[in-house]
């Protein structure tokens, strides 16, 4: 059974950091692109980042360049986000996603289909 782990989430003022993190588990993790993405309240689910399975190309949406960045380590199963100067408008649920074909662009990345997805961590910006 496939699980996509995240956490890292919490409250956070404005232009403060997080690292969020998703643990993956019964899949071989180093065959899948993973990717993150976010849903505020009353807005739907949007791409943030994304990474391909060999960690050598990152694709991000424009609202989060120069700010976020995206990583994983295949010895360990995770994907991490790192996020800072963080925006009160950065409030949302952030979900860990991951494709068996993986990313090529940044718009491929927001329209594709995802394999699997996670249960979702809360970040919470303050102004």
């Known amino acids: 059974q496939v699980q996509l782990v995240e956490s890292g989430g919490g409250l956070v003022q404005a232009g403060g950091s997080l690292r969020l993190s998703c643990a993956a588990s019964g899949l071989t993790f180093s065959s899948y692109g993973m990717g993150w993405f976010r849903q505020a309240p009353g807005k739907e689910r949007e791409f943030v980042a994304a990474i391909r399975w060999s960690g050598d190309r990152q694709y991000y949406a424009d609202f989060v360049k120069g700010r976020f960045t995206i990583s994983r380590e295949n010895a360990k199963n995770t994907v991490y986000l790192q996020m800072n100067s963080l925006k009160p408008e950065d409030t949302a649920v952030y979900y860990c996603?991951?494709?068996?074909?993986?990313?090529?662009?940044?718009?491929?990345?927001?329209?594709?289909?995802?394999?699997?997805w996670g249960q979702g961590t809360q970040v919470t910006v303050s102004s």
């Open positions: 996603a991951a494709r068996r074909f993986g990313f090529y662009s940044s718009s491929h990345a927001s329209s594709v289909v995802n394999d699997y």
